[in-house]
């Protein structure tokens, strides 16, 4: 489900849509659930039966794997002019966000039939051409492909990353001006290792940079537990940024995945220079930065700007859209609205203007 919030004119409309997935669609008509979720959906026999059944009417002929088997609820992008509705288990799906405040799905992406299986839920928009940097994982060798779709959204050829032997789960990547990095994290190889918080265990990369020719800075919070990897410390900081940036924006991990306040990280000093926590029993998903100007080219401080998320009261059963100054050091209120529902924890957001 994607849940969205226009503020227009000095009003909020508040929606939410099922996103149409194949899936969606096919479980909505049978009035059941029909493919398990690959990521997320085995809690049992019962789902392993269900696994095993979609197996058989694949084979049949009775369910076509190619009309998509994913969802569409980890993350959005916005990606050559398209909204984009995105998990690494299916092809995108294009959404449109009506004048109304009303959510659409406008139908599933494949670049032309250019994509034929997946696509990151965090893919890079290179802000100077406008270009798209994405990959497509496999359980089949080559594990990985990389690949680049300009700005008018064709998808050009895939490069296969030959050097990844076994599929390792990767979620998120680094883009710089001349480098892309993926980090093959230890989840399915060393469980041992992540749960006893060694090793480099990027779930998500808050930033990287280029420092001349000799060094790369990649900004990533490290995963300590399992529980992390699925919901670990996260920012709001520009992704797929490429340039240097002085601060990122974390969530406040308390009991998975309820963050219960924000910081702010100075990445030169290593300080805290900001922090804000909720309340009792209040409980926000991930902050998320927005410039004040929204000009990539008008030239302001980087922390000029606005750290949005959305708040539940679990006291109260209300959830508030709570939108802070990014500057202020205890990121004062500049606004708050009340929603009629609530917005579920967890899960990525994006904010966009018209
Ligand atoms: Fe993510």
Known sequence: MLHSLRLSNGLATYCNRYIKTHKYMLERDAGFPIIPNMLSGFYGLLDIFRFLMVMKRIMIG?????????????????????????????????VNLTQQGDIETLGRWDFDKKL??????????????????????SFTFPHLTFFR????????????????????LIHDFALTKSFAIFHETQLIFSLAKVLTGRGFNAAHIINPWENGTEEIVFVASNVKTVKDFLFNRKLGIVLGKEK???????????ETPKTS??????????????????????????????????DEDV????????????????????TIFL???????????????KLPRRVPYGFHGLFLTN
């Open 116 to 137: 034929l299986s997946n696509m990151t839920a965090h893919p890079k928009v290179d802000m100077e051409t406008k270009e798209t940097f994405a990959f497509s994982w």
């Open 62 to 94: 009775h369910l076509d794997i190619m009309k998509g088997i994913g969802v569409a609820n980890t993350s959005l992008a916005f990606v050559s002019g398209k909204l984009l509705a995105l998990c690494e288990s299916d092809l995108p799906y294009i």
């Open 244 to 254: 240097k940036t002085r601060y990122a924006y974390l969530g406040v991990l308390d």
């Open 299 to 318: 030239e302001c401080e980087e922390d000029d700007g606005f750290v949005m998320t959305y708040v539940h009261n679990e006291h109260t059963d209300e």
């Open 323 to 337: 939108l802070m100054d990014a500057q202020s050091p205890e990121f004062t209120t500049i606004a708050a609205v």
């Open 149 to 168: 779709i300009d700005e008018k959204g064709v998808k050009h050829n895939e490069v296969p990353i030959f050097s990844m032997h076994k599929p390792s």
């Open 261 to 294: 306040g924000l910081v702010k990280i100075d990445l030169e000093t290593g300080n805290e220079v900001g922090r804000r926590f909720y309340g009792l029993g209040c409980f926000g998903g991930e902050p998320f930065f927005v410039r004040r100007n929204s």
